[in-house]
């Protein structure tokens, strides 16, 4: 099995609600706020690549039934890998890469100049709220905690690869879109429950560069731009039939 072609999915993933993805509680030390947001070493917070992976690779496996599939052969375990990192022989090397998400610099700006809806921010990038802790046997809130999040409206790029290595692949990267459609109406990080998370994916733009690219100029080829809802709307299905009519002649 060999790489035909490399996929580029980039575009920007806007927070709706505030985002809680935990870091580590000895990451950073910040005042008295014991659940902290995962920051990069600027201090800067970020959606991890495997959090992001993780959550769109779950939300297949409820679509199918399956709880942490490790089959290494359906779909999923081949877009996504398999837990166990098994070297997967017959179906070739996991086809999804997604790459951390970095604030945007536009964001970035905005809040360390207290811009607009980051005006009251009492962290450089991020929130802190009061959340009730509920006991589960008696159901009363107890010791609240103070939970940080990075606040409504605050977007990060996102980039993810996806290697097409046979013509069923094609196929299985339509099918990421199904993941993606189903994490905008579900949540990132923790306190889903509570409204956290609710993010969207916005400025789409989806590139290929195939093996012949690579050899030579190794630009990518732009093939859509413009929002999730009106590729899976109107663009998705003559889109991948030109994929496939493309790959078929490389
Ligand atoms: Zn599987």
Redesign the pocket.
């Known amino acids: 099995m060999k790489l035909i072609a490399k996929m580029f999915l980039n575009g920007k993933i806007r927070a709706l609600t505030g985002l809680h993805i935990g870091g580590s509680k000895t990451d950073v030390a910040i005042g008295d706020i014991d659940n902290c947001v995962i920051k990069t070493a600027e201090g800067i917070p970020y959606i991890p690549g495997s959090s992001l992976k993780g959550k769109v690779r779950s939300l297949l496996e409820k679509r199918e039934g399956?709880e942490l599939?490790?089959?290494?052969?359906?779909?999923?375990?081949?877009i996504f890998g398999?837990m166990a990192n098994k070297r997967l022989v017959e179906t070739g090397p996991t086809r999804l890469i997604v790459r951390d998400c970095h604030m945007t610099e536009e964001t970035r700006r905005k809040m360390e100049n207290r811009e607009g809806k980051f005006r009251n921010l009492d962290l450089t990038y991020t929130e802190s709220k009061w959340e009730n802790v509920i006991d589960r046997i008696t159901s009363k809130a107890e010791h609240p905690r103070q939970t940080e999040r990075v606040p409504q409206g605050a977007e990060f790029e996102f980039q993810m690869i996806f290697n097409i290595m046979e013509e069923q692949d094609v196929n299985r990267f339509e099918y990421l879109f199904l993941g993606l459609n189903l994490l905008e109406d579900d949540y990132l990080g923790g306190n889903g429950s509570r409204g956290y998370g609710r993010i969207a994916f916005e400025d789409l733009k989806i590139g290929i560069k195939t093996i012949a690219d690579y050899e030579g100029s190794n630009e990518m080829h732009v093939l859509y731009t413009g929002s999730l809802k009106d590729f899976c709307l109107k663009e998705k299905d003559s889109f991948i039939k030109e994929l496939q009519k493309k790959l078929g002649a490389e």
């Open positions: 399956k599939c490790n089959c290494s052969s359906c779909n999923i375990c081949v398999n």
